[in-house]
Nanobody
Framework: QVQLVESGGGLVQPGGSLRLSCAASGSSFSINAMGWYRQAPGKQRELVAG???????NYADSVKDRFTISKINAANTVYLQMSSLKPEDTAVYYCTAARLFGTVLNGRGYWGQGTQVTVSS
């Protein structure tokens, strides 16, 4: 089993920045890909960004050029640097991890508990 613990959520004004962190533990030696999803009230969970050990990334169109995902392989830790935040970015952000990048992109990996991000003035 893999445990994922997120941190870094909170309240930020429009145009501001926030950085989310997620650390994997347990059977984390099997992790080669990690990512972030988000779910806003009344909406389905959607992929925000994913990254695999070799550095290949995948971003949702809505966050390209504003969000950056990065990963420290040795620590099985993934970060999401969010800039130019908009009210529509408000959601619970979930960390995910899996052995395969495709599993992360398909939303079939392990999940964290989520961290709330609220963008409001």
């Amino acid at each position: 089993q893999v445990q994922l613990v997120e941190s870094g959520g909170g309240l930020v004004q429009p145009g501001g920045s926030l950085r989310l962190s997620c650390a994997a533990s347990g059977s984390s030696f099997s992790i080669n890909a990690m990512g972030w999803y988000r779910q806003a009230p009344g909406k389905q969970r959607e992929l925000v960004a994913g990254i695999e050990s070799g550095g290949v990334t995948n971003y949702a169109d809505s966050v390209k050029d504003r969000f950056t995902i990065s990963k420290i392989n040795a620590a099985n830790t993934v970060y999401l640097q969010m800039s130019s935040l908009k009210p529509e970015d408000t959601a619970v952000y979930y960390c995910t991890a899996a052995r395969l990048f495709g599993t992360v992109l398909n939303g079939r990996g392990y999940w964290g508990q989520g961290t709330q991000v609220t963008v409001s003035s």
